[in-house]
């Protein structure tokens, strides 16, 4: 069955950084592109950052020049590099394809950036 496994979240002060990764099944991962999405408490899921198979970038704009999206292919997984972080930034992260979502997504992997 089809399914992405994010992990890496924690608990950091303003100014740290994470690294989080979602590794996706042979299925579910998606040659075209993969993203970050994430989800604030009380807001609507977006997206953070989204990576194509010939190398494009996109990010939101509050987090441009703070995160950086990276991907191995051969492992089937996808990175997400935060730095700097804000207390703005707290939210469920989670993967998906990045043109089309897939229906199913994965629990996802909490960052809490806190004093």
């Known amino acids: 069955q089809a399914h992405f496994v994010e992990s890496g979240g924690g608990a950091v002060q303003p100014g740290g950084s994470l690294r989080l990764s979602c590794v996706a099944s042979p299925g579910a991962f998606k040659l075209e592109g993969m993203a970050w999405y994430r989800q604030a408490p009380g807001k609507q899921r977006e997206l953070v950052a989204g990576l194509t198979n010939g190398g494009r970038t996109q990010y939101a704009d509050s987090v441009k020049g703070r995160f950086t999206i990276s991907r191995d292919i051969a492992k089937l997984t996808t990175y997400l590099q935060m730095n700097s972080l804000k207390t703005e930034d707290t939210a469920i992260y989670y993967c998906?394809?990045?043109?089309?979502?897939?229906?199913?997504w994965g629990q996802g992997t909490e960052v809490t950036v806190s004093s």
């Open positions: 998906n394809h990045f043109f089309g979502l897939a229906t199913y």
